[in-house]
């Protein structure tokens, strides 16, 4: 039987493709509905956000380093500057393996293990998205290098920056002090914002006294980058406001003279005008070269300066803490005739020893066989131990203390510096409180020639002559002569005067400053040597803080100096005006393990009152000492 063949129904067929047909088309309608309704809801109703972020994506905030201002001298003398200088900086979001990138680029540039070092330290310091340099002061050829392969290193890039630079490296090193890399530390206290485009702070001295003014306000330009995140086009800029140039009280003649005057010798020199305040020269010697701390100073260096015996890092003129030695006597002499203890008459005999009733300890007088007859003029002239061994026990400690109080002593002088040391001016309360023993008698008798338990920086010590030279007219010690904003007049900065000392009768500081005077005119005076053939007069005050107990046969411990080791010798001290009438120049000087302060003095005197105007001050253009 024949099989039956099934007659195709083309009506159905048509209308099963016409189904399916509708099915796809309504698929791609609802699709193409989605699309566009998706498309509308991106445009219209979150226009706003997509636009900042493509802005954002071509679109970057560049911040602009501000330029640190410049220091000087009062003379303009430029004692901070500023070079150019190229840095190979890194921008570590950008770089997909950074050791690669790292051992890569140290075949195009010059690195050693002290730039990773410091470039990995300031990695942890700041954002993956900040440029931090890992190269400072490229050569020509690492520039040239490093442009030719630039495209191999994404994230990486030259940049152009200002680099702080010290023209007199150690002369200035400790009161102009130095910038250094932030650490993380500062990066906590500082308003980062303003810091976005600087990796520098200052670390010590004036640059980090007076930061704020030097540093200056970061700037942003809105800058147009391509693909590789390069700026081809700068489409807005708010400029950088550069920060204030400052103008110290310094004399750097002054200053490079009293350098020269210490020699190779440890010691500090501090010089004021007395008739405001203002600090002319401020030496602590040895010093250190503070360029070396700009970049990032290498362990190698840093432990040559920290593991010096000389202690180079150390500002003795701030910091530094001596027995106020024979240089208190002036101050007592005072207290005992403002007190009405003694008079200018008042008389006692010097067998060259002195002793408390009912003790047979003697305190002897640095001359063994003694003084003789001596008065009020002549026990500081001749700087006469027993005379205040006795005015002491009648005084007392606690006119001691006050009389020493209103000089400054044991108080910071407010000095614009960061870190100065206050001193001791010792009482019973203090030892009872420090020592955990009583106040006795023979404290105070030593006290009187200022050993103990006294301790005096350099920086009070010249404060304290200062007020001496004025008679009693006080002023605050500072730097600050003027800063001044780039297109803007100078801004002066005023003397601050303190609470004046003042006397029962004027005619005492007349009583002592005349003694002080004969204590470089006469030959009884303990710096006769310091020489008569001079066109100004001085009044001065020499002082002997011996480091070890030891005794020459003639009581003033000078035939045993040169036989003792050399850290072994006493310290000496000398304060010191001119001219005595109408003081231009205070100092205080100290000379550690050498009795050369007498030498020095006279040469800083010399140098600016014994030549007109200083005959010998540094150029300006060159930073060189020349003559005129």
């Known amino acids: 039987m024949r099989k039956r063949i099934p007659i195709k129904n083309h009506y159905q067929e048509v209308q099963l493709i016409t189904y399916r047909c509708l099915v796809v088309l309504i698929f791609f309608a609802v699709l193409i509905l989605s699309l566009l309704l998706r498309l509308a809801y991106l445009q219209i109703s979150k226009h706003d956000m997509y636009t900042t972020l493509a802005t954002n994506n071509w679109l970057g905030l560049v911040p602009i380093e501000p330029t640190r201002g410049l220091i000087y001298d009062r003379n303009g003398v430029l004692l901070a500057d500023n070079i150019p200088v190229f840095s190979l900086d890194v921008v570590p979001f950008e770089v997909r393996n950074l050791d690669n990138t790292l051992t890569e680029l140290a075949t195009l540039v010059s690195l050693n293990d002290e730039d990773i070092f410091q470039f990995k330290k300031q990695l942890k310091q700041h954002r993956r998205f900040d440029e931090i340099p890992l190269k400072l002061r490229l050569t020509e050829q690492e520039v040239a290098r490093f442009t030719e392969n630039q495209h191999r290193f994404p994230g990486v890039m030259i940049k152009a920056r200002l680099m702080r630079t010290y023209p007199f490296g150690n002369t200035f090193s400790h009161v102009v002090g130095y910038v250094g890399r932030i650490n993380t530390k500062e990066l906590a206290e500082i308003d980062q914002g303003n810091y976005s485009a600087s990796h520098y702070i200052g670390k010590q001295g004036i640059e980090k006294f007076y930061e704020d003014e030097l540093h200056g306000h970061v700037g942003y330009q809105q800058a147009e980058s391509d693909a590789s995140g390069k700026p081809i086009r700068i489409l807005n800029e708010i400029k950088s406001t550069s920060g204030k140039n400052i103008y110290l009280t310094l004399d750097s003649g002054l200053q490079l003279e009293a350098e020269k005057a210490l020699k190779n010798l440890r010691g500090a020199i501090v010089a004021i005008d007395p008739a405001n305040g203002q600090v002319l020269a401020m030496v602590s010697n040895p010093g250190f070269d503070p360029n070396l701390f700009v970049s990032g100073i290498s362990h190698k260096d840093y432990e040559a300066l920290r593991d010096s015996p000389d202690r180079p890092l150390y500002d003795r003129a701030l910091r530094g803490l001596y027995p106020l030695a024979s240089t208190i006597k002036p101050y007592l002499a005072l207290q005992g005739l403002n007190s009405g203890i003694i008079n200018e008459d008042y008389t006692i005999y010097d067998p060259g020893w002195f002793q408390l009733p009912n003790s047979s300890h003697e305190y002897h007088c640095w001359v063994h066989t003694g003084h003789g007859h001596v008065n009020v003029a002549r026990a500081i002239t001749s700087s006469c131990d027993t005379y205040f061994y006795e005015l002491s ?221 200083h005959a010998n001050r540094p150029d300006l253009a060159t930073n060189k000492t020349v003559a005129h």
């Open 393 to 613: 026990t009648h005084m007392g400690i606690r006119r001691i203390d006050t009389i020493l109080d209103k000089f400054g002593f044991g108080n910071l002088t407010g000095i614009d510096l960061d870190n100065e040391l206050a001193g001791n001016v010792p009482s019973p309360e203090w030892k009872k409180k420090t020592k955990g023993a009583n106040w006795y008698e023979g404290d105070t008798v030593i006290s009187a020639i200022g050993q103990g338990y006294f301790q005096a920086t350099p920086i009070q010590i010249a404060s304290a002559v200062a007020t001496l030279a004025n008679r009693g007219k006080r002023f605050m010690p500072y730097l600050m002569l003027r800063e001044q904003q780039a297109g803007a007049p100078p801004v002066e900065q005023t003397p601050t005067p303190l609470e004046p000392i003042v006397l029962a009768n004027p005619q005492y500081w007349d009583i002592v400053i005349d003694a002080m005077r004969d204590v470089v005119e006469t030959p009884q005076g303990t710096a006769y040597r310091f020489g008569r053939q001079r066109t100004y007069t001085v009044a001065a005050k020499t002082g002997t803080a011996q480091v070890i107990a030891r005794r020459g046969n003639n009581g003033d411990n000078e035939d045993l100096q040169e036989q003792i080791p050399e850290r072994l010798r006493d310290h000496h001290l000398f304060i010191a005006f001119a001219p005595v009438d109408h003081p231009r120049l205070a100092l205080g000087i100290i000379t550690e393990n050498s009795s050369f302060a007498i030498e020095a003095a006279r040469a800083i005197f010399d140098y600016y009152l014994g030549k007109p105007q």
